[in-house]
């Protein structure tokens, strides 16, 4: 099967290649990128979507991805926003947990899927965790480098793209894809 990713990250391209690998990938070509202002990850992702859908050949599929991470001592931001929060992400949310016991966090994936037909599969995936001290690690991207999953001790970054492919929230979404995908016989 293939899918056209409406986004031009990088990272995410190659994060659910390894996630669906009976699938093929590519970026959508279009012009611009949709504006997300959706108040969910669901939303972003369907805006996305919707937006791959107006661009692609009518024959693919479409993917919409949008995800990010909810800090619970902030109120779960920076949430939709986490790719736009700060421009230093990482120092500037350790700063705004300086001295806060409650590190709790999560990651949150939402994958809207588009048939040529239009019918529409929307799935979701999370990864439950806390905010380290300070950050470690080289591999992933984004806040990998200062969030430890539940039952670790290393970061995402010190687990590596190998671990990430298989337990992410990202990956966790393309599971469920792929079974709802089977189950419905598309």
């Given at each position: 099967?293939?899918?056209?990713?409406?986004?031009?990250?990088?990272?995410?391209?190659?994060?659910?290649?390894?996630?669906?690998?009976?699938?093929?990938?590519?970026?959508?070509?279009?012009?611009?990128?949709?504006?997300?202002?959706?108040?969910?990850?669901?939303?972003?992702?369907?805006?996305?979507?919707?937006?791959?859908?107006?661009?692609?050949e009518p024959?693919?599929?479409?993917?919409?991805?949008?995800?990010?991470?909810?800090?619970?001592?902030?109120?779960?931001?920076?949430?939709?926003?986490?790719?736009?929060?700060?421009?230093?992400?990482?120092?500037?949310?350790?700063?705004?947990?300086?001295g806060d016991?409650?590190?709790?966090?999560?990651?949150?994936?939402?994958?809207?899927?588009?048939?040529?037909?239009?019918?529409?599969?929307?799935?979701?995936?999370?990864?439950?965790?806390?905010?380290?001290?300070?950050?470690?690690?080289?591999?992933?991207?984004?806040?990998?480098?200062?969030?430890?999953?539940?039952?670790?001790?290393?970061?995402?970054?010190?687990?590596?793209?190998?671990?990430?492919?298989?337990?992410?929230?990202?990956?966790?979404?393309?599971?469920?894809?792929?079974?709802?995908?089977?189950?419905?016989?598309w």
């Open positions: 099967m293939r899918l056209v990713l409406a986004s031009r990250n990088p990272n995410k391209l190659r994060e659910l290649r390894a996630a669906l690998p009976e699938w093929e990938i590519d970026v959508l070509d279009a012009p611009e990128e949709p504006v997300e202002d959706g108040a969910t990850f669901l939303e972003n992702a369907r805006i996305k979507a919707r937006h791959g859908r107006a661009h692609a024959t693919e599929w479409v993917l919409g991805e949008d995800s990010g991470i909810e800090v619970d001592a902030l109120g779960g931001r920076p949430g939709v926003e986490s790719a736009r929060w700060s421009r230093n992400w990482i120092e500037d949310l350790l700063k705004a947990l300086a016991a409650d590190r709790r966090a999560r990651y949150r994936c939402a994958l809207v899927a588009l048939a040529p037909d239009g019918r529409e599969i929307a799935v979701a995936g999370a990864l439950e965790g806390e905010i380290a001290l300070a950050p470690r690690g080289e591999e992933g991207f984004g806040y990998d480098p200062i969030f430890v999953p539940c039952g670790e001790s290393r970061t995402v970054a010190e687990l590596g793209d190998a671990w990430k492919a298989k337990h992410s929230h990202r990956a966790r979404a393309a599971r469920a894809l792929a079974d709802a995908l089977v189950s419905e016989r």
